[in-house]
Every structure is written in C-alpha cells, then in structure tokens.
C-alpha cells in the first residue's frame, strides 16, 4: 500500500515536500515515480528513481525546480518541489514499477501500485 501526503496550498514560487510510504513490503526492488493529474488530462511522470537510486529522471517543465529522492531503509519515496507554479497544481501520486523493464518508465501503465493522490494548488 502506497500513502502519499504533503500536499496543499502554496503561493507561487513557494515549495512544498511531497512524501510517499510503502507499507508491507521493502520498496528496494522498485523503480518508483511521481505523476500529478489535472482534471479532464492524462496522468504524466513528474519524476522517477531507480531502485538504488542511482539514476533519476524528470519531465521538462521539472527540472531545475524538483527533487525525488528516496529511502529505501524507510520505505519512503520524496519530491521536493520548488519554485512552485500555479501550472504545477494537481493531484500528485506516487507509483511502484515492479517489474523495472526499463528505467525511466515513463508510461502509466507500466507502474502497478499507485497511492491515493495529494492535492497540491499554486496560487499566482
């Protein structure tokens, strides 16, 4: 089970810090991912991790301003975002890759277990 939390209203140019736990199961083996969702789009990767995290991944509009981390000891997956944009607001999910057939997986379909989602709203 993936829990995601964090989320929440911020100015532009404000920051927040996405969090991701898996619970009953060690996420080592896993390439994970964030993906955010506005109404009436498709969900898309907004970053993802390797499994030791040794090599990340992020979307144009992302990079230079996100982070994604993890902490395969505590079974949590991280975004740090920074120099929020009012186009940054959605509904934010973390997802496990389990079968790691490439790196980035950049398709929804090939992430398994998803979280319920955080909202996060930029106010310009």
């Known amino acids: 089970q993936l829990q995601a939390f964090g989320g929440g209203l911020v100015q532009a140019g404000g920051s927040l810090g996405l969090t991701c736990v898996v619970s009953g199961r060690f996420i080592r083996p896993y390439n994970m991912g964030w993906f955010r969702q506005t109404p009436g789009k498709e969900r898309e990767l907004v970053a993802a991790?390797?499994?030791?995290?040794?090599?990340?991944h992020y979307r144009d509009s992302a990079k230079g301003r996100f982070t994604i981390s993890r902490d395969n000891a505590k079974n949590t997956v991280y975004l740090q975002m920074n120099s929020l944009k009012p186009e940054d607001t959605a509904v934010y999910y973390c997802?496990?890759?389990?079968?790691?057939?490439?790196?980035?997986?950049?398709?929804?379909?090939?992430?398994?277990?998803w979280g319920q989602g955080t909202q996060v709203t930029v106010s310009s």
């Open positions: 997802a496990a890759d389990q079968a790691r057939l490439r790196f980035p997986a950049t398709e929804r379909r090939e992430y398994n277990k």
């Open positions: 991790i390797r499994w030791d995290a040794e090599r990340t």
